[in-house]
């Protein structure tokens, strides 16, 4: 069983930066494909951003392509955000997401087994 706990979340300015941190219990951590998701009230969750298990293979969803970086440090069993330049429109609760599949595109929230209990993003104008 993997258990998964974000932070890193709060209320910032539009343009501010923020780093969520997702720290994982399990063993195997450097197996799963980690995946960043969010959902604003009254829409349904959507994909951010996932990292291979190795950190060699990155996606973003093009809302935050240039803008949102994530990376994972495996010896740490922890995977990150870094979300600069921040817009009203990020607002939202953030989630970690984890899965075994280790290739490929992988943007559904569907195909994640295992999810944290979400950090709020605040973005005011």
């Known amino acids: 069983q993997v258990q998964l706990v974000e932070s890193g979340g709060g209320l910032v300015q539009t343009g501010d930066s923020l780093r969520l941190s997702c720290a994982s219990s399990?063993?195997?951590?450097?197996?799963?494909?980690m995946g960043w998701f969010r959902q604003a009230p009254g829409k349904e969750r959507e994909f951010v951003a996932h990292?291979?298990?190795?950190?060699?293979?990155?996606y973003y969803a093009d809302s935050v392509k240039g803008r949102f970086t994530i990376s994972r440090e495996n010896a740490k069993n922890t995977v990150y955000l870094q979300m600069n330049s921040l817009k009203p429109e990020d607002t939202a609760v953030y989630y970690c997401?984890?899965?075994?599949?280790?290739?490929?595109?992988?943007?559904?929230?569907?195909?994640?087994?295992?999810w944290g209990q979400g950090t709020q993003v605040t973005v005011s104008a």
């Open positions: 990292i291979n298990w190795s950190g060699r293979s990155t």
């Open positions: 399990g063993r195997t951590f450097g197996a799963y494909t």
């Open positions: 997401a984890a899965n075994d599949r280790a290739w490929g595109y992988q943007p559904q929230p569907s195909l994640y087994d295992y």
